[in-house]
């Protein structure tokens, strides 16, 4: 059966219509800009949160859901950057596969470890193919996660490795050139592996601008990721979540 989230991300999908997701990650938001920045979502009608980091090392996780619940019902999914950032809080999870990497442990080690914990939880668990890409600097989830991203150029490797996610039964794919990237992923790439997918494709990573905003979106990413550029200017959540929602008028 189909989950809440995964049907009306299928469903926006299959209409065209684009989302904006706002990524917040625990660790780096400070107290005071977090109601900063979910007063703007609220006003903005931002259609999800992904809450995470690649490295949650303060206690922040539940008490940022519970903040986030108590000011504003947009939807809390969690993007774990390790199998310890768990929380009932929210309202769903990445179950993240890097398929762009070669490393056990992250293609199904730590969602076997997982897996007893989620089967109880209320969260609706959202398999994903997680494809790391690079931005033309060095991530902190390729460090950690000791794995090479595919090279910016090699928009067939992408494809490729996107349609064996979409056929192995993940149910999004989620290409990211990591949190902070120099170069978000290229309007070519985008292009390429939408043309190949009925599954939703997320795109983030290094998106600064609504222009690169709307071209991504336009390029054929269903979900776009911002999270760098809005925790140092709060207020461009407002431009980005009207520029992209502005391409559903049109559809
Ligand atoms: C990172 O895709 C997200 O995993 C968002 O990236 O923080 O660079 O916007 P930014």
Known sequence: MQGKLHQSLQRAKDQGEKKFVVLIDPDKVKLGQMDQILELAAMAKVDYFFIGGSLIVNNMLDHCLQRIREVCNIPMILFPGNSFQLSYKADGILFLSLISGRNADLLIGNHVLAAPYLKMSP???????????????????????????????????????AIAGEMLGLKFIYMDAGSGAKNPISTSMIETVSSG?????????????????VEKAKAGA?????????????????????????INATV
């Open 222 to 246: 269903d979900v776009i990721v911002v999270g760098n550029a809005i925790e140092k200017d709060p207020n461009l959540i407002i431009e980005m979540s009207n520029a992209i929602h502005s």
């Open 123 to 161: 969260l609706e668990i959202m398999p994903t193919g997680y494809m790391l890409i690079d931005g033309g600097v060095e991530t902190t989830v390729s460090y950690i996660s000791n794995t090479r991203p595919v090279p910016s150029s090699k928009d067939d490797v992408a494809l490729c490795t």
């Open 197 to 213: 997918l009925k599954v939703p494709l997320i795109i983030g990573g290094g998106i600064r601008t609504p222009e690169q905003a």
